[in-house]
Nanobody, 125 residues
Framework: QVQLVESGGGLVQAGGSLRLSCAAS????????MGWFRQAPGKEREFVAG??????AYANSVKGRFAISRDNAQNTVYLQMNSLKPEDTAVYYC????????????????????WGQGTQVTVST
């Protein structure tokens, strides 16, 4: 049974930082693309960041503020979020897919095989 379990969400003031973690289990994910999506209230779910092999991708809205990293030995992916803004408020989902990801594939939600249950991030003014 494959599972992705997110943690690290919470309430933070604007300008603050949070680090999300996603622990993967059920198989070895070292060859998988791992990433993060988010969904804000009343909005569509959107791609945030992803890591595939040596490639990394970010949504324009988070470039320079967020950083994705992974520890393959621990089957864990992280999302360091700095300089948080109220518009970053959303439920953040960890995702994984088999194989390499590039270009427009990052945004294609249907390509992702596994999704976590989500963790809430709330940024107050």
């Amino acid at each position: 049974q494959v599972q992705l379990v997110e943690s690290g969400g919470g309430l933070v003031q604007a300008g603050g930082s949070l680090r999300l973690s996603c622990a993967a289990s059920g198989r070895t994910f070292s060859s998988y693309t791992m990433g993060w999506f988010r969904q804000a209230p009343g909005k569509e779910r959107e791609f945030v960041a992803g890591k595939s092999g040596g490639s990394t991708a970010y949504a324009n809205s988070v470039k320079g503020r967020f950083a994705i990293s992974r520890d393959n030995a621990q089957n864990t992916v992280y999302l360091q979020m700095n300089s948080l803004k109220p518009e970053d408020t959303a439920v953040y989902y960890c995702v994984a897919r088999s194989g390499f990801t590039s270009g427009s594939m990052w945004n294609s939600q249907d390509l992702y095989d596994y999704w976590g249950q989500g963790t809430q991030v709330t940024v107050s003014t």
